[in-house]
T-cell receptor, first 113, second 114 residues
Framework: GDSVTQMEGPVTLSEEAFLTINCTYT??????LFWYVQYPGEGLQLLLK?????DKGSNKGFEATYRKETTSFHLEKGSVQVSDSAVYFC????????????FGAGTRLTVKP | KAGVTQTPRYLIKTRGQQVTLSCSPI?????VSWYQQTPGQGLQFLFE???????NKGNFPGRFSGRQFSNSRSEMNVSTLELGDSALYLC?????????????FGPGTRLTVL
């Protein structure tokens, strides 16, 4: 079945460092890909999305490109801030299966000043 | 546009009791999905309701059940609570349409079973 694998954390960076969180997926249909972020004590917030190959999703300085050839959707940010500290989830939604949503295990990011 | 709301935000129950959680989706959304989040198991899918019908189901025992009303509001029920049911229960709403798959999450209900 469909699945998402993302790099294990935790990840600790200094402020203004470059961030990459790797995400790869397995899907039989035509998935849409997402990154969600969860701040302490809150639900998940949609950070960005891409619905087809080569699409680039971007929001708040974060970017991810849908790479069908490598089945990847890595999250990047050029300069992280302390306020980016959160747990990040990669997810896919399979349009061929009623938009069944699958999530990765989550990666905890801590940014130190 | 109001977001997804979940009530109550916190619950404390004892083993053997049952509990009902409520979720109100974004206006116009017809799909509601429920997830259980724990430190050990991460985010696990419980079930999805679309237009009052269960459309997808995860691998949870029958003690976990749900329903959706004609106004798209959804409830989730857990009977005969176990200590392992302690978790954050998240509800997510979406249009339910094929080309609009993104889900929007509520703040969650924190359930503690003693």
């Amino acid at each position: 079945g469909d699945s998402v694998t993302q790099m294990e954390g935790p990840v600790t960076l200094s402020e203004e460092a470059f961030l990459t969180i790797n995400c790869t997926y397995t899907a039989t249909g035509y998935p849409s890909l997402f990154w969600y972020v969860q701040y302490p004590g809150e639900g998940l917030q949609l950070l960005l999305k891409a619905t087809k190959a080569d699409d680039k999703g971007s929001n708040k300085g974060f970017e991810a490109t849908y790479r069908k050839e490598t089945t990847s959707f890595h999250l990047e940010k050029g300069s992280v801030q302390v306020s980016d500290s959160a747990v990040y989830f990669c997810a896919l939604s399979d349009r061929g299966n009623n938009n069944d949503m699958r999530f990765g295990a989550g990666t905890r990011l801590t940014v130190k000043p | 546009k109001a977001g997804v709301t979940q009530t109550p935000r916190y619950l404390i129950k004892t083993r053997g009791q049952q509990v009902t959680l409520s979720c109100s989706p974004i206006s116009g959304h017809r799909s509601v999905s429920w997830y259980q989040q724990t430190p050990g198991q991460g985010l696990q899918f419980l079930f999805e309701y679309f237009s009052e019908t269960q459309r997808n189901k995860g691998n949870f025992p029958g003690r976990f059940s749900g329903r959706q009303f004609s106004n798209s509001r959804s409830e989730m029920n857990v009977s005969t609570l176990e200590l392992g049911d302690s978790a954050l229960y998240l509800c997510a709403s979406s249009t339910g349409l094929e080309f609009s798959p993104e889900q929007f999450f509520g703040p969650g209900t924190r359930l503690t079973v003693l």
